[in-house]
């Protein structure tokens, strides 16, 4: 998720580390771990090389291993679009003709990638999926695009990231790819250019619903330790659009557990701290669970909360923001205070995703990568499927979330994720449990039920604080 303290991804591997591959089968990117730099792009983790880990197919093309062989090779899981359909029972709803259609995806990220388009036609060939037309809108002045900026490839990758597995999920969907031309890192940095964006589109009727990986920790907003919020408050114009027009907005709750702050040694907060946007109250904040997967896509263990070595699911309560209406029942857990995350999807390296990558031409092909920007883009697809089935925007769910888990999960599709914590890097975090918790939210899903539930109108029509 995020950029230089923000973009939180755990681009592959970091759970094994370098040595435990052979020699030259890895790339490590440039920008290697975050540094304190603000203005320095994130871009932990390394890549797999297509060469190196993947095997040649009957067309005699280099394709991605099988969970059995990465297990076998590289020492983790790793996973396609088709287990994630499996593992989430998203299937039966294709099969009823729910895949998106006539819903409109918004993934929001700085600079874009300029090889979406194939790399997006080149996944979908691989797995057999139907091919889209990604929807590109810059918006301002954004640079050329410079394979050897680490800034601007650890972007690319994010961009290339959001794009497959939102397609993945709800393959029929339109997707608008938004590319801004300021990285956004830690406080505001680069944010006011993508509420602009968001808002804009909004209020245009471009999206139904808004995936954004990204995020800055809410104690580097200009004011914070004074008490004064209006820096980030004054940012939350696009939501209040989304929340008038029935759109749908997400993000992800950060890849570095209760602290949700990156590190290289020197800059980790050793506290507990949340970030904004998935700290809003208008804001649905996805979370990271670990999914234990066979070849098939079926499940071998339950869900946990995601905590490996490279990361961990962010969650935890805001430091600005209020319990919210919807969260009164969960209130012996959040207390006062807005918690984080609502619900989770897959991010676990250990369990990582095949992307396929062109940007950087010396590392085209298949990489792995996990982190809450996986599990964001994931679900953005879900809302689009329930929007879908439902004939209409579903708009803010949040309200819809927190009923429904008051329901039998054969009925509400909401399974609740009761092993793991989110703690990482020192800090300790929150130990997942039975109903809420701060390091799962409500817990996971079961796609199919969940997905008629959402489109139910179960909760009628609710307006959030």
Same mark, same amino acid.
């Given at each position: &998720?995020?950029? /230089? ?20 089968? %890895? ?15 994130? !871009? ?17 093309? %280099? ?17 396609? /679009?088709?287990? !994630? ?6 299937? /039966? ?25 194939? $790399? ?26 410079? /394979? ?16 497959? !597995? ?51 920790? *809410? ?14 408050? $004054? ?27 990156q590190s290289n040694g020197s800059d980790l907060y050793p506290f507990k701290v949340n970030s904004w946007p998935s700290s809003d109250p208008l804001v649905t904040s996805i979370g990271g669970t670990q999914l234990t997967l066979d070849d098939s896509g079926k499940r071998t263990a339950a869900d946990k909360v995601w905590h490996d070595k490279s990361g961990a699911g962010g969650g935890g309560v805001s430091g600005i923001f209020s ?21 989770? &999807? ?27 920007? *996986? ?30 888990? &008051? ?21 300790? =975090? ?5 109903? !809420? ?5 409500? =817990? ?17 029509d609710e307006n959030e604080q």
């Open positions: &998720m995020g950029s /230089p303290a923000t973009l939180r991804r755990a681009l592959a591997l970091l759970a094994v580390g370098a040595t435990a591959l052979t020699a030259g089968t %890895v790339a490590v990117p440039a920008a290697g771990i975050a540094t304190a730099a603000p203005t320095t792009h994130d !871009y932990s983790g390394v890549h797999v090389r297509p060469a190196s880990f993947g095997h040649h197919d009957a067309q005699g093309r %280099v394709a991605p291993l099988s969970t059995t062989e990465c297990v076998s090779k590289i020492g983790i899981h790793c996973y396609s /679009p088709l287990q !994630y359909r499996t593992a989430y029972n998203l299937n /039966p709803l294709y099969k009823e003709g729910v895949t998106g259609k006539g819903r409109t995806i918004v993934i929001v990220d700085s600079f874009g990638s300029p090889t979406i388009q194939h $790399d997006l036609e080149v996944f979908d060939k691989q797995w057999g999926i139907q091919d889209t037309q990604v929807e590109v809108v810059k918006w301002g002045n954004v640079p050329v695009f410079d /394979p050897k900026n680490p800034d601007h490839t650890g972007w690319a990758g994010e961009t290339t990231l959001d794009v497959e !597995y939102a397609h993945a999920i709800a393959p029929d969907a339109h997707i608008v790819l938004v590319e801004t031309g300021v990285a956004e890192t830690e406080g505001t940095t680069g944010l006011p250019e993508m509420m602009d964006a968001e808002k804009d589109l909004i209020k245009k009727g471009r999206g139904d619903v808004i995936s954004q990986s990204f995020g800055a920790t *809410e104690n580097t907003f200009p004011g914070y330790d004074k008490g004064d919020f209006k820096s980030l408050t $004054d940012l939350r114009y696009a939501f209040r659009a989304a929340a008038d027009r029935g759109v749908t907005v997400l993000a992800a709750s950060g890849d570095n557990g209760a602290t949700d702050a319990r919210p209406w919807y969260q009164t029942g969960v209130a012996n857990v959040t207390g006062n205070h807005r918690g984080t995350p609502d619900i989770s &999807m897959s991010a676990a390296v250990d369990g990582a995703a095949w992307t396929y990558e062109s940007y950087d031409p010396t590392a085209v092909g298949w990489h792995l990568t996990g982190g809450t920007s *996986e599990a964001t883009p994931l679900f953005s697809g879900i809302v689009a499927l329930a929007d879908q089935l439902a004939g209409h925007r579903i708009g803010q769910i949040n309200g819809r979330l927190y009923g429904l888990s &008051m329901l039998p999960s054969k009925w509400s599709g909401i399974v609740d994720v009761k092993e793991g914590d989110n703690g990482w890097n020192g800090v300790t =975090g929150y130990n997942a449990t039975a109903g !809420y918790d701060l390091a799962s939210g409500l =817990g996971t899903i079961d796609g199919t039920t969940f997905v008629h539930a959402l489109a139910g109108d179960i909760q009628g």
